[in-house]
T-cell receptor
């Protein structure tokens, strides 16, 4: 079945450093979604990418969808302590069920 | 709107006991689903429903039952709890279609001893 792999599993950065997490699918995706889960919280939808090569920005967050629509990345510029949490990508499989990547846990050291 | 409401927030069960995790949404979403979250495993889909009276299995359905008698409610039943079912459970809903975002409940932390 469809698999979505995410790397790295953990990332510790000093506040102000940049951060990137990568998502790779074994199959071509029609779209990909990104979610953020704060410690002790629930996943919250951030953004969706649909087009090949698409780039979207939300303030310091930049999301990119690969040209082959099999990979995606999330880049955070100049991390802040409010960025702490786990970031998940999620892609649809047959029947449009969403399968989540394993997530990247971000720790920001003040 | 309350969004997606899950109860209880915490539960401790003994092996072999049964229980039902409740999930309700007030957004008139056709699609509802249950995920479990374990360290290093991400969110894994247990069961889902695309409408009242329709349910299907996800990645890890064994040991769990679901039903969908109304649009609003999607309970998850553990018939005979096992320690391997110790996890955090999330209910999520969305409008029908692969381009709609999922809305998650606050989760239920279940421990089976």
């Amino acid at each position: 079945g469809q698999q979505v792999m995410q790397i790295p599993q953990y990332q510790h950065v000093q506040e102000g450093e940049d951060f990137t997490t990568y998502c790779n699918s074994s199959t071509t995706l029609s779209n990909i979604q990104w979610y953020k889960q704060r410690p002790g919280g629930h996943p919250v939808f951030l953004i969706q990418l649909v087009k090949s090569g698409e780039v979207k920005k939300q303030k310091r967050l930049t999301f990119q969808f690969g040209e082959a629509k099999k990979n995606s990345s999330l880049h955070i510029t100049a991390t802040q302590t409010t960025d702490v949490g786990t970031y998940f990508c999620a892609g649809p499989s047959t029947g449009n069920q969403f399968y989540f990547g394993t997530g990247t846990s971000l720790t920001v050291i003040p | 709107n309350a969004g997606v409401t899950q109860t209880p927030k915490f539960q401790v069960l003994k092996t072999g006991q049964s229980m039902t995790l409740q999930c309700a949404q007030d957004m008139n979403h056709e699609y509802m689903s249950w995920y479990r979250q374990d360290p290093g495993m991400g969110l894994r889909l247990i069961h889902y429903s695309v409408g009242a009276g329709i349910t299907d299995q996800g990645e890890v359905p064994n040991g769990y039952n679901v039903s969908r008698s109304t649009t609003e409610d999607f309970p998850l039943r553990l018939l005979s709890a096992a320690p391997s079912q110790t996890s955090v459970y999330f209910c999520a809903s969305r409008l029908q279609g692969a381009y709609s975002p999922l809305h998650f409940g606050n989760g239920t932390r279940l421990t089976v001893t």
